[in-house]
């Protein structure tokens, strides 16, 4: 499908202001946007991939930015890879996503799945955008989110969806220098990179092997204004000595429940800067922000008369708006909004007053400072002992990460040898080869026995 | 192992094991703990502080951090200690 008046995110950009001193920096690059959102460069590898599905598989955040902007109304679908991907997924991410051509900023490992397409290594200097000005394809942009089964789920948007909740950011112009915690190859990163390519300012990229004190530091020297997290990024942000350099006028936190305390404690240390916490997820988009100050958001926002509009049903949050992704990739794949176009985001709300609160998952989905975890996924591995009769895995709060990954197991009547202690040790190096250490379980407990509740299922505490 | 929460250097000892141990398994190194080192500059991530909390709950009986709206969060490794010692008293 091809449109005259499609806008690229290239041209977004490009109308948002031809402020020179607009920047895209990570830790060692500082771009002038500008150069690099004009025909300046080559522009021949962009052209090479037009109307093809390109997976962007970088090491650095800045690769995957730049490649966005070559190719978003160039190429026909768009995989944005999350650094934490496992090798043994790309297989199948490969041939569901119909990819032609991968792009990365390092050469393939040996007997690397990625390159059994065309396998690109590029330097940030090769991604400027193809000099045409041919028409704008409607690119689709594939976000990834964790499923049940390990196996990502790639969710299905453009950039017009994602670009929906950005509105506000355009009002607040020039000038402004975004930052966020998150990687950009994230759902609630993505946000705040788009917030300063369409509202016209500038952006401060993190990088997820830098201690918080030197990323902060960095996002104090190029003076950002309007920095996100969840509050498990923040919860650590503060204890870092280095959290009174930076002077933001904007704090947000998304991700996970942003609980009264971390509020509280942001607007007193920041008390120059607006606090607020928006509801997003990858599925169903960006649904509203809060800045009054409360957990939780105002019950009068659960409406069907505006443009996103809010619905609860079995206690669990919908929402319908023009920023939901369009579904998933794949055969086989749920649809996404129901008959009515609603998505259901799975959080169940408690109503207090006029107040609406988050309790929890209906999924029992662990979020470890912002990152998901299924807990069948961890019971699957846990089973594997040839000693676990059956295990139970949970969410534990944690003052630092929101939640904690902990298991309780079952050991078989039969099994009479080894130690408790040597179990355990066992079950966490099976979990460790199998998993990124947030899903591994910090703590194991030997259990006499668990409860399954008339379905025949693990009787599940929500977390 | 089973610290004696009655005494302050034994929670102090069960902090720094935990510390050790947890670096070791997450592939850190850690720096040599002085009670002004920053937590966030001793070469543990936030996932590390985390499983330390968990795991001394486990050990210590003691989760410092669960009671009321109130707060704290601990910058050096000092302050971290001292907030296990206060739950205890």
Redesign the interface.
């Known amino acids: 499908m091809r449109q005259h008046n499609r806008r690229s995110l290239r041209d977004l950009t490009n109308e948002a202001g031809a402020d020179p001193g607009r920047f895209i920096a990570d830790a060692s690059l500082r771009l002038p946007l500008e150069t690099q959102v004009r025909n300046t460069g080559r522009g021949d590898l962009a052209g090479s991939l037009r109307n093809q599905s390109i997976l962007i598989s970088a090491t650095e955040q800045m690769t995957a930015v730049l490649a966005l902007l070559a190719l978003d109304g160039v190429a026909r679908r768009i995989l944005l890879c999350p650094p934490d991907l496992a090798a043994a997924h790309l297989p199948h991410v490969i041939s569901a996503g119909e990819v032609q051509a991968v792009l990365s900023d390092q050469p393939p490992g040996p007997d690397d799945p990625r390159a059994t397409v065309r396998f690109i290594t590029c330097q940030p200097n090769d991604l400027a955008p193809p000099p045409s000005d041919a028409d704008r394809v409607a690119t689709e942009w594939i976000l990834f989110t964790s499923g049940t089964t390990g196996a990502p789920k790639m969710v299905v948007h453009t950039c017009e969806t994602l670009v929906g909740p950005v509105e506000r950011a355009r009002a607040i112009g020039q000038g402004a220098v975004w930052s966020t915690f998150y990687d950009i190859r994230r759902y609630g990163g993505l946000q705040m990179l788009l917030r300063a390519l369409v509202g016209g300012g500038s952006m401060v990229l993190s990088n997820l092997r830098e201690?918080?004190?030197e990323y902060l530091g960095r996002a104090a020297a190029n003076r950002v204004t309007h920095i996100s997290g969840t509050p498990?990024h923040w919860?650590?942000a503060?204890?870092?000595?280095a959290a009174r350099d930076i002077r933001p006028r904007y704090v947000r936190m998304s991700g996970e429940v942003a609980d009264?305390?971390?509020i509280?404690?942001l607007r007193a240390f920041y008390p120059d800067a607006t606090v607020a916490h928006a509801f997003a997820s990858t599925e169903a988009g960006v649904a509203f922000d809060v800045d009054d100050g409360q957990a939780g958001f105002p019950a009068h926002l659960i409406t069907e008369d505006t443009p996103v509009a809010l619905r609860i049903e079995d206690g669990s949050l919908r929402i319908r708006s023009s920023r939901t992704a369009i579904g998933y990739l794949g055969d086989n794949a749920p649809s996404l909004p129901d008959a009515d176009g609603f998505v259901d985001t799975g959080d169940m709300i408690e109503q207090r007053g006029d107040r609406c609160f988050f309790a929890g998952r209906r999924e029992g989905i662990i979020n470890?400072?912002g990152l998901k975890v299924h807990p069948e996924e961890i019971e699957a591995v846990i089973n594997r002992h040839p000693e676990v009769q059956m295990s139970l895995v949970r969410g534990?709060?944690?003052?630092?990460?929101g939640a904690?990954v902990?298991a309780e197991v079952v050991r078989k009547s039969t099994a009479t040898t080894g130690a408790s202690d040597t179990i355990k040790e066992e079950i966490?190096s099976l979990c460790r080869s199998a998993f990124p250490?947030?899903k591994v379980p910090?703590?194991i407990r030997i259990v006499d026995s668990l409860n399954v509740g008339a379905s025949g299922k693990l009787a599940r505490v929500r977390a | 192992m089973q610290a004696d929460s009655d005494t302050a250097p034994a929670i102090r000892d069960a902090i720094t094991a935990t510390f050790t141990q947890v670096a070791e398994e997450q592939g850190k190194t850690l720096l040599p703990l002085t009670d002004d080192l920053a937590l966030m500059d001793s070469g543990l991530d936030s996932l590390c502080i985390a499983i330390i909390v968990a795991r001394l709950d486990d050990e210590l009986g003691l989760d410092p951090f669960s009671s009321g709206d109130d707060m704290i969060l601990p910058v050096t490794v000092g302050d971290f200690i001292k907030i296990y010692e206060n739950a205890s008293a």
């Open positions: 201690p918080p004190g498990s919860r650590r503060l204890m870092s000595p009264q305390a971390i509280d404690r470890v400072g534990r709060a944690n003052p630092i990460t904690i902990v966490l250490p947030y910090a703590s």
